[in-house]
């Protein structure tokens, strides 16, 4: 059997082709197209704008996932497509594609959860090439990657820019959410403390990037609802921008402008506004930020795996890209005696593979959707 996925909750458009028969599974393309460069001078997500690139780069995409694949559009047995949660006019897009292409050519269709794409993901086994691994996450892949169907019950932690939530998950399509964030989504609080900074978009990367090296003990910020199975991340946030300037430095507000230290400030603003990126400060900060966030999430989930008694503990979503997050939770899962999976980079972020994983795994399970049925931005998981 044959699925092509379209996935377009957000501001990434990709397409993935994955083959399975009684052996396993193959992943024949994944294209992803981001949409980051059209977004940043924005300060975020234009929706329209989201919804124009689908469409722009959609049937691109599809082509070549068709020639990665060797195959044609019309020899897929299933299309499926993301159908929530997400920006609504961005999942009519894939949705409707993938509509068009079912009734073009007369197949099955299949809606996916896109948190159920990032909570299968860690089971996909990797058996790609070590030297394809540093392939960009914006780049396509056609690899060897081999899934297995096999869903072990499992503590999993989604964490991405959207989303922060513990799920005991039980099998295929039996999930239980025991937690999810109140506020803010660690990588939203991420984006934005990274703006407060004058970093880049997305922030993850940019803060990790930074905080290698620096003290990751120097700035003490809070770590909020301990004991509890939510998270907040907002009140975290508000600490680093008050705490800006304490320590000299005037927050990045202004669109397209630099954090910067008091002198450089009141030097005016022909000053190059930059703060200076060698900088320790910057190395503590950062190491400081990501560590509270670290903490948070490493403690709730070995707690809830402890309480719910499952023995595997998975991480997913694009935070879960970040190095130092995913050896603190693999360490503190050893310590306890459980084992700690996590997914592949480029597998981290958003990308139509894990869609289409999903959809085959729910289509052996026997689900199927009708073409009647609708894209739902607040779709939950359980
Ligand atoms: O899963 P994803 O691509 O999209 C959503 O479904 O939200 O996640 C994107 C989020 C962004 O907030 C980004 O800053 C964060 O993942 N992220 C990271 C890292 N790489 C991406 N956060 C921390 N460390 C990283 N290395
Ligand atoms: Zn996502």
Known sequence: ??????????????????????????????????????????????????????????????DRAASA?????????????????????????????????????????????????????????????????????????????????????????????????LVAVRGLANYQLIGHTVDDAAGEAFDKVAKMLGLGYPG?????????????????????????????????????????????????????????TKEEFQRGPSTPLCFARDNKLLADLCASFQQAIIDVLVTKTIEAAQKYRVDLVTISGGVSCNQELRRQMGDASSRKGIEFRGVEPWLCTDNAAMIAFAALLRLRAGFESQLTEEINPNLTLA
Not at 29 to 48: D, F, L, R
Not at 118 to 142: I, M, N, Q, Y
Not at 213 to 242: C, H, I, Q, W
């Open 204 to 260: 993850g990367p940019e803060i990790e990037k930074y905080a290698r090296g620096g003290d990751p003990k120097r700035f003490d910020f809070p770590r909020s609802m301990p004991g509890s199975e939510n998270f907040s991340f907002s009140g975290l946030k508000t600490a680093v921008r008050y705490l800006l300037p304490k320590i000299g430095v005037i927050p990045s507000e202004v669109e397209g402008s630099r954090g910067v």
């Open 69 to 165: 694949a060797k195959t044609r559009l019309s020899e897929i047995d299933v299309f499926a497509a993301t159908t929530g949660p997400g920006l609504a006019s961005s999942l009519m897009i894939g949705a409707s594609i993938a509509k068009g292409l079912t009734i073009g050519f007369g197949k099955r269709y299949l809606g996916i959860n896109h948190l159920e794409g990032h909570l299968l993901s860690p089971f996909f086994v990797d058996a790609t090439p070590s030297s394809r691994k540093s392939e960009p996450c914006d780049g396509g892949v056609a690899s060897t990657m081999r899934a297995q169907g096999d869903i072990k019950p499992n503590l999993s932690l989604i964490v991405s820019g959207g989303h922060t939530m």
């Open 1 to 62: 059997m044959t699925v092509l996925a379209l996935e377009t909750s957000c501001d990434e458009t990709a397409v993935a082709i994955l083959r399975g028969d009684r052996s396993g599974h193959a992943l024949f393309a994944s294209e992803v197209a981001s949409q980051v460069a059209a977004h940043e001078k924005y300060g975020g997500i234009v929706p329209e704008i989201a919804s124009r690139n689908h469409l722009i780069h959609a049937p691109r995409l599809l």
